[in-house]
């Protein structure tokens, strides 16, 4: 089968699907709105004095960053996968021609319009509001950073839903991701102001290149050097999550195969 013949009409039927459930999707996108608690509290900190090299100002572009970057990169495939797995129901998936992870791909993506368009205010107020980097090679790279965020995060969530094959239930492995994700990715506090020991764990972790650098590219903290260095981190992170998901999805179909899933 032609995937990219196939491909256009898996996202029609995916973005069909995310209309049908937008109450869910809202509630979805209400959940993750921690980067307005972490807004609220440093701009408070920051009129008294800046922190580091941020002001009022500073903090809300980058928070303001963080929720639109976290809303349009996000991916809640390991629920999906999880349950599937357990009930069953992906041996319906196993019966099309075509990979499923092709297929959960294009039912994430599928909801990006929507979730896009439910952040357009958040959008504008940062872009008058908020001082956002000009540069057209930074802005370049942004959007490319945004594409290598959501990769990471699918791939990972596809990888920690696959374990799923093999553990009674993968959402305990995905609530350690989680909290990791919320400590070391700049999701509540950037990592500038972090010590300087954790700020080196931080970027040497993926969690970074989920959030934080796509963040710190387009508020204009890093040159196109640096950010064309994060951008081949980053997506040397992606490839990894996808091996590294496709071999453990791999595996684990075998196993669901031998046990009659």
Known sequence: MNLLRVYPTLLRVGFSAALAYRAELVIWMLTTT???VSLSIWTAVASEAPVGRYGPSEFMGYFLAALVV?????????WEMNQEIRQGTLSQRLLKPIHPLWIYSAENLAALPLRAALCLPV???AVVYANLTRSGP???????SLLGAWLINFFTMALIGSLAFFLESSTSVFEIWLITFM????????LELFPGWVRGVAEALPFRYTLGFPVEVVIGLMDTKSALRGLA????????????????????????????G
């Open 34 to 36: 921690m980067p307005l």
């Open 70 to 78: 976290r809303q349009v990169t996000g991916s809640w495939l390991v």
């Open 123 to 125: 959008v504008v107020v």
């Open 138 to 144: 930074l802005l370049v790279i942004f959007f490319a």
């Open 183 to 190: 400590l070391l990715s700049g999701y509540v506090v950037p």
């Open 233 to 260: 981190v980053q997506y040397t992170y992606a490839a990894a999550a996808a091996t590294a998901a496709l071999l453990v999805f791999r595996a684990g179909v075998r196993r669901f195969g031998a046990f009659g």
